[in-house]
């Protein structure tokens, strides 16, 4: 049954200990709540997509515990995005070791990208949908930013003269303390950039609503690396961040 599957999962495990530019997280160990060191800005960031034949794709609750990993060599597909002003998207394919539909939940469970050391973390977000055949496994995982579209707003609140970057910082901070998530959001005023008032309701908006609103105002943002990073940052290509 799926208790047998999940138990033979676990038993595939082995320790593996990440970075993200300051956060160090052991997903392997019971889940505490990383620690923000720095992230640097301005970020560079790849446009596109990244196709893969090396990196290492984990399988992990919301809080950081690792159900299984995925070397390249167990991989039929790999393919992820790195989008600003939208939600990106990972696509993987694996040869099924033992998988049953209720091993890999949508919303529940989340992919992790790493380098081919499996050290360095490149992309993360939320599965959203999988199909679970005799012989193959695919997944489709958003970044964190999908949830927006899945959460109310709970910020009640008026601002005044306030950079776009602030007012999304909140309603994610909200976002991420409703979901339990092991992050924290980038704030980035825009020194050059328009302050507005705006306020916010508890009224069955979503977050993504917000957001757009604020988009419309001169907000940018993008998820880097599973870390939403709300306000301006250098766009240029970086290769070495799919390599």
């Not at 995005?81 to 099924?96: D, G």
């Not at 998530?181 to 705006?198: C, I, Q, S, W, Y």
Request: hydrophobic fraction near 40%; glycine fraction near 8%; aromatic fraction near 6%.
């Amino acid at each position: 049954g799926t208790a047998g599957s999940q138990a033979s999962i676990t038993a595939r495990l082995r320790p593996l200990t990440v970075s993200l530019v300051g956060i160090v997280v052991d997903i392997t160990a019971p889940p505490t709540p990383p620690v923000l060191a720095r992230f640097k800005l301005p970020i560079a960031l790849p446009s596109g997509s990244i196709v893969s034949q090396t990196q290492i794709v984990t399988l992990r609750t919301a809080q950081g515990v690792q159900l299984d990993q995925w070397r390249a060599s167990e991989q039929l597909g790999l393919k992820w995005t790195l989008e600003q002003r939208e939600t990106s998207v990972c696509e993987l394919s694996v040869i099924n070791d033992g998988y049953r539909p209720g091993d890999i939940m949508p919303w529940i469970h989340w992919i992790d990208v790493f380098d081919d050391q499996g050290r360095t973390l490149l992309w993360s977000g939320p599965v959203t949908a999988r199909s679970i055949g005799r012989e193959q496994v695919s997944i489709s995982a958003r970044d964190t930013s999908a949830l927006a579209a899945k959460t109310r707003v709970r910020l009640v609140k008026k601002w005044d003269a306030t950079d776009p970057a602030v007012i999304a910082g909140e309603h994610y901070a909200e976002l991420i303390d409703h979901h339990g998530l092991n992050t924290k959001a980038v704030v980035r005023e825009d020194p050059m950039g328009d302050r507005f008032d705006f306020s916010s309701k508890a009224d069955g908006t979503q977050v993504d609503g917000i957001i757009t609103q604020l988009v419309s105002r001169g907000l940018y943002w993008s998820v880097v690396r599973g870390v939403p990073v709300l306000g301006p940052w250098d766009r240029k290509p970086v290769a070495a961040l799919g390599e």
